[in-house]
């Protein structure tokens, strides 16, 4: 099982910026993609970046590219890995809860909140 923990959440005002980062453990990580989610209530998990184990290939969905940025360091036994995400010229639409996540995307830490004001 993969621990998660997730943090650098807050309150920010629009086109501001955000660091969030996520500790993982569990041996297995260096040889695993990572992501970072997001949901809003009532609405389902949103997958917003990935990074490839190296940290070479990356995936944006559409309403963050040119905006955020996924980053990873594999700790060199492995036994911890951190993700982060930058994101600059923050949106209202972009409040969420913000979760890493890391293949197959099955465990889940508790989350930090984003919030975007206008």
């Known amino acids: 099982q993969v621990q998660l923990v997730e943090s650098g959440g807050g309150l920010v005002q629009a086109g501001g910026s955000l660091r969030l980062s996520c500790a993982a453990s569990g041996r297995t990580l260096g040889m695993k993609s990572m992501a970072w989610f997001r949901q809003t209530p009532g609405q389902e998990r949103e997958l917003v970046a990935t990074?490839?184990?190296?940290?070479?290939?990356?995936?944006?969905?559409?309403s963050v590219k040119g905006r955020f940025t996924i980053s990873r360091d594999n700790a060199a036994d492995n036994a911890v890995n951190t993700v982060h995400l930058q994101m600059n010229t923050l949106k209202p639409e972009d409040t969420a809860v913000y979760y890493c996540?890391?293949?197959?995307?099955?465990?889940w830490g508790q989350g930090t909140q984003v919030t975007v004001s206008s």
């Open positions: 990074i490839n184990r190296s940290g070479e290939l990356t995936y944006y969905v559409d």
């Open positions: 996540s890391v293949f197959p995307y099955q465990d």
